[in-house]
């Protein structure tokens, strides 16, 4: 079954878009998988709350990195690749993709270096479809601070400079494979962003 990815600036809306598409596939009698990088399992939560704890602001990039790499290689050994192993259709809140655009564009690192290691850490595996919902960092900070009531996390605190190389990586992601990553402007309320994404992921996967 698919492995479907979701990603996009902070504040986006991709996690609410995730799990209304997982309702919507149980509604069809599917048994979706909804996980996230990072924390999507017991190791990986420990892991989370490091990289995403304000306290932890001067985390060194390579570490802030290599944090997130060893999140995923227990994610997809011990969620991912098992599940989609069974046949499970698995909902992924952020990717390798993050790394691209948040590690090599955001912070800078050597990008040979850090895609040699993500290859190896995932093992060959990658999303079959990547909804990419794209929005003004602006608009998206300010989205996310109303959300979390103030309280922002590190990403979240970044100066706008980051937020913007971050959304430009992600384009250049689409642009370079359309065949894999849809690019949906966030216009309008939530359902009208969610009408669009089932219109892909049903006209992908014959739904």
Known sequence: MPFITFEGVEGCGKSTQLQCLAERLRATGASPLVTREPGGTAVGREIRAILMDPPHAMLEPMAEWLLFEADRRQHVSEVVAPALSKGAFVLCDRFSDSTEAYQLAGRGLDPDLVRLVDRSVRGGLAPDLTLLYDIDPREGLAR????????????????????????????????????????????????????????????????
């Open 144 to 207: 996310a601070n109303r959300r979390d009531a103030g309280r922002s996390g590190r990403f979240e605190n970044a100066a706008l400079e980051l937020h913007e190389r971050v959304r430009e990586a992600f384009l250049a992601i689409a642009r370079r494979e359309p065949e894999r990553v849809a690019v949906i402007p966030v216009v309008g309320d939530s359902s009208a962003v969610f009408a669009r994404t089932w219109e892909i992921v049903s006209t992908r996967f014959g739904l």
